[in-house]
C-alpha cells in the first residue's frame, strides 16, 4: 500500500480523507436537514451535538488533508485540454474553500446564538465571535447558502469524475479508488 501520492495515482491517505469525509458530508447534510424539524426535547439537543461535534471532526480532518496535501504533494492533473484542467483545478479549490467555510460557518453561527460548543463530551471549544443576533442571522444563512453551493459544486465534480471513467475511459476514477490498479501505477 503506497501511502503518499506518485505520479499516477493518489495514495492512501488522500484516498481515505477524500472518502471519509465524503461520508461524514453526507451524514451531516441528513443530520442538518431533519434535526430543524425534529420536536423539543433531549434527542433535539443531542442531535444539533453530534451535528456540530462531526462537523468540527470534518474541520480538523479538511486541515489535515490540506497539510496532507502540502506534504505530499497532488497527484499530477492528467493531460487533456488546457481548459478542462484549469476548471478541474478552480473546482478543487472551490470544493477546499467551501469545505473549511461551511463548518467555521456553522460554528460561528453556534457562538453568535451563545450555544455553548463542546467537542463530544470532551472538550469545549472557545467562541469564534461574540453573541450577537445580527451576526447570528448572517452566519445562519451563510451556513445554508454555502452548503447549497457545496451541493452543486459536488454534483458538477462527480459528474466530472463518471465522465472522466465512462466517456473518457481514462483513470481519473480509478486513481482515486483503492482497489483499481494497474501495472503502470506499480512504478
Ligand atoms: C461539514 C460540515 C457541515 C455541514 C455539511 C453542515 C450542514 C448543515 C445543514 C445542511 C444544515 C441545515 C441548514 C438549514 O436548512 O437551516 C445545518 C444546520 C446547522 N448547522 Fe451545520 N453543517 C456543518 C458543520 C456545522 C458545525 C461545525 C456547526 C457548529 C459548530 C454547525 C451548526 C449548525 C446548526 C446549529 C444548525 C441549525 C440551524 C437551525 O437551527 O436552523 N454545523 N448544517
Ligand atoms: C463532499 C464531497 C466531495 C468533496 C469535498 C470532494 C473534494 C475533492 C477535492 C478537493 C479533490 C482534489 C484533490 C486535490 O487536488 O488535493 C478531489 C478529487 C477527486 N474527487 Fe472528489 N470530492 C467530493 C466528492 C466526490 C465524488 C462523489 C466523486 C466521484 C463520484 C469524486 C471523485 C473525485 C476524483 C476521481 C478525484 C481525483 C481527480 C484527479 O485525480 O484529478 N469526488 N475531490
Known sequence: MQLRNSNTRWGAVSQFLHWLILGLVLVMAVLGLTMTDLPNGIDKIKTYALHKSIGISVLALMLLRLLWRAFAGPAPTLSGPHWQRRMA????????????????????????????????????????????????????????????????????????????????????????LPWFRTKKDET
Open 89 to 176: 483545478s478552480l473546482a478543487h479549490g472551490v470544493l477546499y474553500a467551501l469545505m473549511l467555510a461551511i463548518p467555521l460557518s456553522g460554528w460561528a453561527f453556534n457562538s453568535a446564538a451563545n450555544f455553548a460548543l463542546r467537542w463530544f463530551g470532551w472538550f469545549n471549544l472557545p467562541r469564534l465571535v461574540p453573541a450577537d443576533p445580527r451576526l447570528k442571522a448572517v452566519f445562519h444563512e451563510a451556513h445554508e447558502w454555502l452548503f447549497w453551493i457545496l451541493v452543486a459544486v459536488v454534483v458538477l465534480h462527480a459528474a466530472a469524475a463518471l465522465k472522466h471513467h465512462f466517456v473518457d475511459r481514462d483513470g481519473v476514477l480509478m486513481r482515486m
